[in-house]
C-alpha cells in the first residue's frame, strides 16, 4: 500500500494562495490516481479536486472549479493542489488519497469511497 506525506498548509488571508504538495512512497505511481479532500470542523470530509492517471484528467466540484488546480509529477511521485482565492469556507484539514485499480481511461473521481490509501492531512486556515 501506498505512503502519502501531505505538506504546504498554514494560515493565509481570504484571496491568498498556498500550495499543498503529497508525496508518495512505494512502486507504481504511474499507476494511480489521486484526490485531495478537506475536513472542516463539525462538516463531512469533501473532495475538492481530484486527478487521474493522465494529466488532463481532472475533476472539480462547483465549490472550487476556478480556483483549485491538482495536477501530477510522476517523476517526482508527487501531487499538488494549487489554491489561489482562497475564502473562509475552504479552511479545513486538507488529505491527500490515492486510489488503484484504475486504467487511463478511468475519469477522474472525488468520491471518498473509492480511495484506499490516505495520508494525515495538513491544516489550512484561511482568515483575516
Known amino acids: 500500500q501506498v505512503q502519502l506525506v501531505e505538506s504546504g498548509g498554514g494560515a493565509v488571508q481570504p484571496g491568498g494562495s498556498l500550495r499543498l504538495s503529497c508525496v508518495a512512497s512505494?512502486?507504481?505511481?504511474?499507476?494511480?490516481?489521486f484526490g485531495w479532500f478537506r475536513q472542516a470542523p463539525g462538516k463531512e470530509r469533501e473532495g475538492v479536486s481530484c486527478?487521474?492517471?493522465?494529466?488532463?484528467?481532472?475533476f472539480y466540484p462547483d465549490s472550487t472549479k476556478g480556483r483549485f488546480t491538482i495536477s501530477r509529477n510522476n517523476d517526482r511521485k508527487t501531487v499538488y493542489l494549487q489554491m489561489d482565492n482562497l475564502k473562509p469556507e475552504d479552511t479545513g484539514v486538507y488529505y491527500c488519497?490515492?486510489?488503484?485499480?484504475?486504467?487511463?481511461?478511468?475519469?477522474?473521481?472525488?468520491?471518498?469511497?473509492?480511495?484506499?490509501?490516505w495520508g494525515q492531512g495538513t491544516p489550512v486556515t484561511v482568515s483575516a
Open positions: 488519497a490515492a486510489r488503484s485499480r484504475t486504467i487511463l481511461t478511468t475519469p477522474a473521481s472525488c468520491d471518498a469511497g473509492v480511495y484506499s490509501s
Open positions: 512505494g512502486s507504481g505511481f504511474n499507476y494511480l490516481a
Open positions: 486527478i487521474g492517471r493522465s494529466t488532463g484528467n481532472t
